[in-house]
């Protein structure tokens, strides 16, 4: 089984914004630098016109964003799939699965090196993390250069 860019984009909270922002942070910069205005929410109605030379200001923000949103989704695809290929895989018992809305949390602990760990992870709300109950034993891959860090492996994994 390998990393999969899907299963990091349908599980991993941090990961989906980037993904989701890139484009829509690219969108808005090219629909002002297109029509030179503003749109607005549609219980004000209408759109506010930018100042003439305005419009080129707002295509290079966005696409500045975009590349920053794209660098940070390419940094945690990368990250997450060297902690997979190269972490030590342990024994990890789920503590606590929160919800709110579409996103959530799940929290964990583990034993390393005869110390114990807690942490988690935020989460997206689908049938796969619906399923991680607390007191669930789940495998989870330990970061090699910060083993306070680590990620259920089924979550990323194809």
Partial sequence: M??????????????????????????????????????????????????????????????????????????RFAHIKHVLANGNREQATILDVSFFKDRGRVEFEYAHGGQTYRTGTAIMKNRQTLALQPNDVVEIALDPADPAKAYITELYLA
């Fill in 2 to 75: 390998k990393p999969s860019l899907w299963k990091l984009l349908k599980n991993d909270y941090l990961a989906l914004l980037a993904a989701i922002f890139g484009p829509v942070a690219l969108g808005i910069g090219g629909y002002v630098a297109v029509t030179g205005s503003i749109p607005r929410r549609a219980a004000r109605g209408g759109e506010v016109i930018v100042a003439n030379g305005v419009d080129l200001p707002w295509l290079i923000g966005a696409s500045i964003l975009a590349i920053v949103l794209f660098f940070v989704l390419y940094r």
